[in-house]
């Protein structure tokens, strides 16, 4: 029913111009100070306010050295610091996004899209491994209309696991989203099942699935996937929910209690299972897959 929603075809990876490196030295004080800093040299820590050179930052794995604030970091940096060096087999990489409701400006925000974040949709899927054990891996890419969940997201997704279960391996999925893509309408939306229906197969199989949830995570991959886990873990002060604050305090005229969407907030009420930190990431993955597939073993010769 929605073949023609999907197109395959070759796309040029659009990558982005290597920032020219200086010291600290190098820059005055008054530009330090300055609200607005140079994207390429310097970031301004959104919770402590403190300075960073972006190179330092870039070696922390996007975490602040001084507050560890978890920066968002994109699917291929993610993929970066979690995966064993030259693994990565990338995954149906040619399934681009159409337009199929005509949605006014959509096509013009799905090329500002692409040339903002290089990459052409809101996922990057594929096989990896984790200190050496194979997994299959999903990533939301926040710079790509913040992660939202269309048809090709869900799509990407559902065949990732599929072919995890033809496989026999587990699925670890990144999730970073604003929730599902309102320029698909009830196409985004049925993406919520489709992908929870294939999820609902890997488990039939005993297979592992574990959800990793990050700044931000919210609305329809909330109520789907992202919740779906038999592991949920987060990053430290993830916002995590269905809809925001405003939005609740509009609709349901309440105030919700201080840090309620926090990462934090979540394990305390039983949501999250484990908070990890970013640096901290590969190895708690790959001590729960060698569980895993201990445990899998050792089923299997019982």
């Not at 599929?162 to 999925?173: F, T």
């Not at 320029?183 to 985004?188: A, D, M, N, R, V």
Request: glycine share 8%; aromatic share 8%.
């Amino acid at each position: 029913m929605f073949k023609d929603i999907f197109k395959k075809t070759k796309y040029v990876t659009i990558q982005p111009a290597p920032a020219q490196r200086r010291s600290p030295s190098d820059v005055s004080p008054q530009l330090l100070n300055k609200k607005e800093l140079p994207d390429s040299l310097w970031a301004k820590c959104p919770k402590c306010g403190e300075v960073l050179f972006n190179k330092d930052l870039d070696e922390n794995a996007r975490v602040c050295t001084k507050c560890e604030y978890h920066f968002r970091i994109s699917a291929r940096g993610r993929l970066a610091i979690l995966a064993d060096e030259n693994s990565f087999e990338e995954w149906d990489s040619e399934v681009l996004t159409l337009d199929p409701l005509k949605f006014p400006g959509y096509e013009g925000k799905l090329r500002e899209a692409f040339e903002k974040s290089g990459t052409p949709e809101g996922v990057l899927t594929g096989l990896a491994k984790i200190e050496g054990i194979p997994v299959v891996l999903a990533f939301n890419e926040a710079n790509f209309m913040m992660g939202s969940m269309g048809s090709v997201v869900g799509e990407k997704i559902v065949r990732a696991i599929e072919r995890a279960i033809d496989l026999s391996l587990p699925v670890v999925i990144f999730s970073t989203s604003g929730g599902a893509r309102m320029q698909e309408g009830i196409l985004s939306l049925y993406q919520m099942a489709k992908t929870s229906a294939a999820l609902g197969k890997l488990a039939e199989k005993h297979l592992l699935f574990i959800s990793v949830l990050t700044d931000p995570t919210f609305g329809g991959v909330t109520a789907s996937y992202a919740s779906l886990g038999d592991i949920l873990i987060a990053e430290p002060n993830a916002l995590i929910g269905f809809t925001g604050p405003r939005v609740i305090m509009q609709t349901m005229r309440q105030e919700l209690p201080k840090d309620a969407q926090t990462a934090e907030f979540n394990q305390e009420h039983g949501l999250i299972d484990l908070i990890v930190q970013r640096a901290q990431m590969r190895s708690v993955l790959a001590r729960l897959l060698r569980y895993h597939q201990e445990g899998a073993q050792y089923a299997a010769t019982v």
